[in-house]
């Protein structure tokens, strides 16, 4: 049996960084170089408060792929969604391309989230990111 459903588009990649830089080498290609990976920080003050981190995701279009999807993440504390943030993005297919995600979480005690990432319907990527209490000096 021939499948011919068209290929997706994959998450490849998603990280809670600091920065990202893109940078072109012969080939021609690019190199994209994180800075920061985490997946846990200090509070700078006592909670509650508002925690903004970075996520990047990283997407993969497969050559027969359409080359358009819509990323999908969800924040989550346990089971109960606390943000959300719909990006829809084109790439070309062969090629890759990554979307930052911020989103503004409410935390009224420290404890873990869970970014879950997603391509259109598609399954998802869970990334967990901690807020720890503040740093003693």
């Known amino acids: 049996m021939v499948n011919d459903a068209t290929p997706e588009m ?3 990649s998603a990280l809670f960084i600091d920065e990202i830089d893109l940078r072109p080498v012969p080939g021609p290609s690019t190199r994209i170089d994180l800075k920061g ?3 846990s920080a200090a509070a700078p003050t006592p909670v509650p408060l ?4 970075h996520l990047c995701v990283i997407v993969r279009c497969p050559e027969a792929a359409a ?3 819509v990323l999908e993440v969800t924040f989550h504390r346990g089971e109960e969604q606390i943000a959300r943030n719909v990006q829809p993005f084109d790439v070309e ?3 890759f391309t ?3 995600v911020r989103a503004e979480l409410e935390f009224e005690d420290y404890g873990t989230i869970e970014a879950r ?3 259109g319907h ?3 990527t869970a990334v967990p990111y901690t807020l720890l209490p503040p740093a003693e000096a």
Request: charged residues 10%; glycine residues 16%.
């Open 93 to 95: 297919p062969g090629k």
């Open 50 to 53: 508002t925690w903004a981190p």
């Open 10 to 12: 994959q998450i490849v």
């Open 67 to 69: 080359g358009q999807g």
């Open 117 to 119: 990432c997603r391509i």
């Open 37 to 39: 990976i985490q997946f």
């Open 98 to 100: 990554y979307r930052l």
């Open 122 to 124: 598609g399954p998802h």
